[in-house]
């Protein structure tokens, strides 16, 4: 067995993986596996490849890939994107030696997103120091028309606004991925007389999310506005647990919580985010 920095080359390979490994996993709950298309696979792992590509790693087996992980880094801030092994390799420790490929040097704070329905990633995670503390929600419907006025009004994005916006809702940059997100999504601030108290990026496919604010009734206060502007078309997001208004917010206005609900890990003193529904499980 063999493991080598990822490339480029690798990725078709990676997808073929990830979709074995998905697939027997929540077929064997009984769930419909995630099914995103290769494009989306493609250009989120090539971002990490581009931005953190000393932390992406592939197995192989006989010259196949099996196996791969990445994580980005963001400051004093790790956070494993993907860690996927194909069935027919696991129980082989495959996992835990693509995590110490991918955790790289000393971090303030480490993190990750699981599925929960997955106890022996998770276990592998727990001993080395990333701990549930939170379910995220996949939460998805057509919400209804706002009968109500929602207390923000919609402007464009700036950098400044950007950053300030992250260090409160993530508690580190996000500049390099905001560059990803915006070829890919639209992003709206939401101001509020005070200021500005939220962005949310929308996605063509009605995926919201990141939607990071301030504080958690602001995050509230911005998925009411977003899915007032809605029209009654198809909404998902990701959301903690611990954003709790953010998720009241969204199950009050008719989302429904769709498939098992994932798992956020996090280092020992690391506190949950309050206002912030996810990018995606990859890229937080």
Do not use: K
């Not at 504080?215 to 007032?228: F, H, K, M, P």
């Not at 198809?234 to 498939?259: E, K, M, N």
Request: net charge positive; glycine share 10%.
């Amino acid at each position: 067995m063999e493991i080598r920095p990822t490339a480029a080359a690798d990725l078709p390979a990676q997808f073929a993986v990830f979709r074995e490994a998905i697939g027997e996993l929540f077929r064997r709950h009984r769930f419909a596996p995630p099914d995103p298309p290769y494009e989306v696979f493609e250009a989120q792992q090539s971002h990490l490849l581009a931005h953190d590509g000393d932390r992406c790693f592939v197995a192989l087996d006989r010259g196949r890939v099996v196996g791969y992980s990445a994580a980005l880094a963001r400051g004093e801030t790790w956070h494993l994107a993907s860690l996927f092994v194909h069935p027919g390799q696991q129980a082989r420790g495959l996992g835990r030696a693509l995590l110490e490929q991918s955790w790289g040097g000393p971090y303030a704070r480490r993190l990750t997103l699981t599925d929960s329905i997955q106890p022996v990633s998770n276990g592998l995670y727990g001993r080395a120091g990333l701990i549930p503390a939170t379910p995220v929600l996949s939460l998805a419907g057509r919400a209804p028309a706002a009968s109500g006025a929602v207390p923000l009004r919609a402007a464009a994005p700036d950098p400044t606004t950007l950053a300030r916006l992250d260090r409160d809702a993530y508690g580190f940059d996000r500049a390099v991925d905001h560059a990803y997100w915006s070829t890919h999504a639209s992003c709206t601030v939401w101001l509020s007389a005070a200021g500005a108290v939220a962005y949310a990026y929308t996605w063509p496919e009605g995926r919201i999310g990141p939607l990071a604010a301030r504080d958690a009734e602001s995050a509230a206060d911005a998925l009411r506005a977003e899915l007032g502007r809605a029209d009654g078309r198809p909404r998902h997001l990701l959301v903690p647990g611990s954003s709790a208004a953010l998720a009241g917010a969204a199950l009050a206005a008719g989302l429904r919580i769709v498939g098992p609900p994932g798992l956020l890990l996090l280092s020992r003193g690391v506190a949950p985010p309050a206002g912030l529904a996810l990018s995606s499980f990859t890229l937080l």
